[in-house]
């Protein structure tokens, strides 16, 4: 998909014609991350000339834009002191990030032509195990002392802003790098010249540990409204900060992580957090068969019903009731499925809370009774009217269905608060998992309700 | 839950006490969000003192972490000079959301307090319609005009930043309020005290339209990492911004949504994203009973298959195929909801693409083939040995789920490629839906199976 359908074509022309000046002023005027689209959407020839183009620190910014293939293609193709000059100038996770996309020999390369104390951060960053806070932190950061002035303060972020990712907050530290305060440059702006950091800063800081889960820290964000948020290490030293933007992009994939947990694809996180492409259709297979054959097997629990009915084998209607099996499971399963999604989602956005359990069951089982009752009617002059069966079957087909839709939400309302009671993440239940619970179950109310009607009433 | 356990049993005691001067001091060192907490947790008569011991400056922040309910129940509570002291400080977003929570007659009074311009502010600004970008937007922006020198924009955003929702972003506007361009507080700080704003301000802006879509404004802000988007009017005049951490809870709503929408609740985005307590039972009866509905009349296709097949009725082996319908169907739309949640997730994640679609359907029929040969040998081995059956039943239930779990990874990514390619949005197909269409062509595939293998190759 083309992005900007009107200003590739007008810079391939530029391209083509060898005008390079035009180009760069071009480029000047946009957002890098405009330019990070038109790089992408030209591809690896003209794209890569256009990136070559670019002023050192405008090539930087639109690296961090860029998606992770397209960087390696790009640095491949550089001699090793230009990656080092633009290593020198990315966002320090943004390198880090780089740095664990590439060859470990070409790294090598890169790295020697840097200065000791550069290459010792990209290592450590690079090393953070993936998923915890230190895997997406920065290091360009800006620190004060609380003992400087306001005045010095702003002296010392107006000759270090090149160099940081963000100088909305300065973090206060002590001589050992320990945390001791923040301040915010809104607040530094409106403070006395004169006034010193630590009369002004804020002391009660929220903040990440090292080790914590990515997801947690970017909920932290979220919930405190932050720009940034500091990460201390086990002896309380600043090691680094998650800014607002990243915490956005770890939403956005924990909450599709959300979303295959909640299609039943595994029940491991961290295994369903992997990008699509990475490892083998074998690997695939092995998360996703767990959940199915667990299915499968709970399904198979089903058996000693039909074998409780097996009487009615003999009986004439059984051969059409075979039919209406799989007719009734299809709405049980889907009204579960509505009923479960809804619950998730009202936790999740805390609309809900485990509290409200009578007052949700009672407002879903209503939900369900209503439901029951419309897709009862339907199925029963259906059945009777289309299907041209007596109106004692399309009664239990009608019977059923009104009895599964209110089972099926009382349980995909059930389970996600029990669940959310008892401290368990309700968005690790899946879909088929309600799915099959109201399946199983449903088949006892259809042969229990054909027992009464057909054999009992009529029999 | 609880979420300051050690905190709210001391504030108790000391509300209790009557120390309202330690309490203060209590509550000065504490981030606005935490103290909303602490209110929340204390319940309506405890929580109601501590957010009358606050400043009036520290009582606006606490606002806007505050639930809706909660915010309703202290304005109503205060004397209306109070709320309207209240709204001023406020930020105007916020403020024009608790003006649409309160009663018209409420409004009213409150505003009769304020000043005229400030009480036209929260109208017009109460006034857009929802799920747009004006009724999100905030108007505490600070604005320069394009002659002003950097020294007199510095001096100029420090008597307004008390009032301003962030000064990191300075919007320049000509007289008429057109926009013109933008600058960020780093660049100011950067910039010689003497230049002009319209020399060094940026002009490529990324911008929103007032009746613009929420999510997409929501998603420019994601996509160019920023920390507030200018909203102009059809005339190109700047009326509000949007702030970063607003984006975020619209992407947030806008993910669970996503959920609803793939657990079949509705096709009708704009329903599925109201909160859970809106409307009564029967709206949410109106709005899931479509696609129920729906799903019930396509399983309904399947009945022509059962009847091509009735001469089956006859059959001895009939009775057990009844049991193992239900059986069969399960892995079928369990597989299918696996692999369309894979697939909505990594278009989603921009890690699959529309030109991608013949490596993924070979990457998902592998993915199936696995997945059908590891479950369609238990279900053999299963069938044969625990149930008894004979080896020709026992294969015909194999063989369906190899076939099945084959075709429900076709189709469960077939489906959401080809909506990406026709420009309908993948999230909107939900997983009842691909387990339906599994579901009707898996019986045909398991009773052509059963005719081949038990009637054709043995009788």
């Not at 990460?231 to 600043?238: E, G, R």
Request: hydrophobic share 45%; charged share 25%.
């Amino acid at each position: 998909m083309m992005r900007n359908p009107l200003l590739v074509p007008d810079l391939r022309e530029l391209i083509q014609a060898g005008e390079m000046t035009a180009l760069r002023e071009f480029m000047a005027e946009y957002h890098p991350a405009r330019i990070a689209e038109v790089v992408e959407d030209l591809g690896s020839g003209e794209g890569d000339a256009i990136f070559d183009l670019l002023e050192p620190r405008t090539r930087a910014e639109v690296m961090s834009y860029l998606e992770g293939e397209t960087q390696v293609r790009l640095v491949e193709a550089m001699p090793s002191a230009s990656a080092a000059d633009l290593m020198h100038l990315m966002s320090h996770d943004e390198r880090a990030d780089l740095v664990n996309r590439l060859d470990d020999e070409r790294v090598d390369e890169i790295l020697r032509r840097l200065a000791h104390a550069e290459r010792e951060d990209i290592r450590r960053l690079a090393s953070y195990e993936p998923g915890t806070a230190g895997s997406v932190m920065t290091t360009d950061y800006a620190t004060l002392r609380p003992d400087a002035t306001v005045r010095e303060a702003l002296d010392h972020l107006r000759q270090e802003a090149p160099d940081r990712e963000t100088i909305y907050y300065s973090y206060v530290v002590d001589k050992d790098r320990r945390l001791l305060g923040l301040i915010s440059l809104k607040n530094l702006l409106l403070a006395r010249p004169r006034a010193r950091i630590d009369e002004i800063m804020t002391r009660d800081l929220v903040l990440a540990r090292v080790d914590e889960d990515q997801e947690s820290v970017a909920a932290k964000i979220e919930q405190y409204d932050l720009i940034a948020i500091p990460v201390v290490d086990a002896a309380d030293m600043l090691v680094g900060i998650v800014t607002h933007d990243d915490a956005m992009d770890i939403l956005r994939r924990a909450q599709t992580t959300d979303m295959l947990q909640f299609g039943g694809v595994s029940a491991d996180r961290e295994a369903d957090d992997a990008p699509y492409w990475q490892g083998s259709p074998m690997g695939a297979v092995r998360r996703r068969i767990k959940w199915l054959l667990m299915l499968f097997l709970a399904e198979n629990f089903t058996y000693p019903v039909f074998q409780w009915f097996k009487w009615m084998e003999g009986d004439h209607y059984y051969p059409a009731l075979g039919f209406f099996t799989a007719l009734i499971l299809g709405p049980g399963g889907n009204a579960g499925s509505q009923s479960v999604g809804t619950i998730i989602r009202g936790l999740a956005l805390d609309e809900i809370h485990a509290r409200d359990l009578f007052r949700v069951l009672l407002r879903e089982v209503t939900t369900g009774l209503l439901l029951g009752l419309s897709l009862g009617s339907v199925a029963l002059f259906y059945t009777a009217f289309w299907r041209w069966m007596p109106w004692d079957i399309a009664s239990v087909v009608g019977l059923t269905i009104l009895g599964i839709c209110v089972w099926a939400n009382l349980i995909g309302s059930l389970v996600p608060l029990l669940a959310r009671r008892a401290g368990i993440d309700p968005a690790g239940i899946s879909a088929p998992f309600i799915s099959t619970l109201v399946d199983a179950t449903g088949l006892v109310v259809f042969y229990s309700l054909a027992y009464l009607i057909l054999i009992r009433l009529h029999l």
